[in-house]
T-cell receptor, first 111, second 114 residues
Framework: TQLLEQSPQFLSIQEGENLTVYCNSS?????LQWYRQEPGEGPVLLVT???GGEVKKLKRLTFQFGDARKDSSLHITAAQPGDTGLYLC???????????WGAGTKLIIKP | DTGVSQDPRHKITKRGQNVTFRCDPI?????LYWYRQTLGQGPEFLTY????????KSRLLSDRFSAERPKGSFSTLEIQRTEQGDSAMYLC????????????FGPGTRLLVL
């Protein structure tokens, strides 16, 4: 069974600080997606990473896919209150359609 | 708006009642998924359609749950004889087949069973 573990589960920091969220597995994924979800809304896709070692940047967010395609990280520089939300990673595994989901990291940025 | 839409956004019902939710996927997407999400958790897969064919159902989907996609476009999820444990956010997503599996989500339907 393929699993994705996210850490930390919860993070509360001050505006302007940096943070990193991790998504780890013992399984290989052909791609991995990061989503952000706000309360009462559906997840919104942030990025998809496909190649081992790939780094993608989205403004202050930097996403990295591990060389072995078993893990990923999300780094936020100079966090802002607008970054508050639930960050979810989801991996495309053995099934050709079903994504394997992490439980999410709840991030709160205090002004 | 060409995104995934869901209706209703919120539903409050009494235990034992039936409820039906609708999902309209992105028009060119022929894959459609239903998920259930409880507070602070990731989405749990319920079922999956490719066009009108329901190709996979999770063990989470009891006999009280049924989903249809009759013309390969919109889909409905019905819950019969609702229970308090059915209270959750029900999410719909769609995707294009082939290549990387990237799913686009609707805003969800939040169900509260009293």
């Amino acid at each position: 069974t393929q699993l994705l573990e996210q850490s930390p589960q919860f993070l509360s920091i001050q505006e302007g600080e940096n943070l990193t969220v991790y998504c780890n597995s013992s399984s290989v994924f052909s791609s991995l997606q990061w989503y952000r979800q706000e309360p009462g809304e559906g997840p919104v896709l942030l990025v998809t990473v496909v190649t081992g070692g790939e780094v993608k940047k989205l403004k202050r967010l930097t996403f990295q896919f591990g060389d072995a395609r078993k893990d990923s990280s999300l780094h936020i520089t100079a966090a802002q209150p607008g970054d508050t939300g639930l960050y979810l990673c989801a991996g495309e595994g053995d099934s050709n359609y079903q994504l394997i989901w992490g439980a999410g990291t709840k991030l709160i940025i205090k002004p | 708006d060409t995104g995934v839409s869901q209706d209703p956004r919120h539903k409050i019902t009494k235990r034992g009642q039936n409820v039906t939710f609708r999902c309209d996927p992105i028009s060119e997407h022929n894959r459609l998924y239903w998920y259930r999400q409880t507070l602070g958790q990731g989405p749990e897969f319920l079922t999956y359609f490719q066009n009108e064919a329901q190709l996979e159902k999770s063990r989470l989907l009891s006999d009280r749950f049924s989903a249809e996609r009759p013309k390969g476009s919109f889909s409905t999820l019905e819950i019969q004889r609702t229970e308090q444990g059915d209270s959750a956010m029900y999410l719909c997503a769609s995707s294009l087949p082939g290549g990387v599996e990237t799913q686009y989500f609707g805003p969800g339907t939040r169900l509260l069973v009293l």
